[in-house]
């Protein structure tokens, strides 16, 4: 099992441009999630999908939208990309239930928006 | 809102000590509790799992506990190596629907 993978793993834009984080999971997880971690501020949820067909948005979501194209793979889009958006992003799976279940994160995005 | 904090923020020991790492939580109506490490540059690597039932977990020379009723847990780290060095990270799953992570300690262990 490769588990969580992403990609690209580096990524420079410049403002305004647009790309897409792409993100796919082998785990047979139904519930992936989009992380932003910054400096000083520890890893905040952007999006999540419970299910294929579903995402809702988490405490950072503006400047994002997401796409749960099918149960494997869930993609991250910045429209117009912007200096604040300068993150390392990750991807997450875990399956669905609030038991013993662990979140298991893939490698990340090294974002620079200059 | 949950909110998760870790002390300290950074924390320097020599080789062989015995250490601890703190979270707290400021709801305590969890399901679990998950404690990561991330090296720098990395991605995060999970540590332990502690379902909101259990006081605690083991693997190796860590031992995770946790208060649900105090919103504590503590992450204890046996004979500490250079190899230990990283930051870690702890989160909750609640009422929500993803972890809520605290900003982590990152841990320097000297040779």
């Known amino acids: 099992n490769a588990g969580v993978t992403q990609t690209p793993k580096f990524q420079v834009l410049k403002t305004g441009q647009s790309m897409t984080l792409q993100c796919a999971q082998d785990m047979n997880h139904n519930s992936m999630y989009w992380y932003r971690q910054d400096p000083g501020m520890g890893l905040r949820l952007i999006y999540y999908s419970a299910s294929e067909g579903t995402t809702d948005k988490g405490e950072v979501p503006n400047g994002y939208n997401v796409s749960r194209l099918n149960k494997r793979e869930f993609s991250l889009r910045l429209e117009s990309a912007a200096p604040s958006q300068t993150s390392v992003y990750f991807c997450?799976?875990?399956?669905?239930?609030?038991?013993?279940?662990?979140?298991?994160f893939g490698p990340g995005t090294r974002l620079t928006v200059t | 809102k949950q909110e998760v904090t870790q002390i300290p923020a950074a924390l320097s020991v020599p080789e062989g000590e015995n250490l601890v790492l703190n979270c707290s939580f400021t709801d305590s109506a969890i399901y679990n509790l998950q404690w990561f490490r991330q090296d720098p540059g990395k991605g995060l690597t999970s540590l332990l799992l502690i379902q909101s039932s259990q006081r605690e977990q083991t693997s190796g020379r860590l031992n995770a506990s946790l208060d649900k009723s105090s919103g504590r847990s503590t992450l204890y780290i046996a004979a500490s190596q250079p190899g230990d060095s990283a930051t870690y990270l702890c989160a909750v799953f609640g009422a929500g629907t993803a972890l809520i992570f605290g900003k982590g300690t990152t841990l320097s262990v000297s040779s």
């Open positions: 997450a799976s875990r399956p669905t239930g609030t038991g013993s279940y662990e979140q298991y």
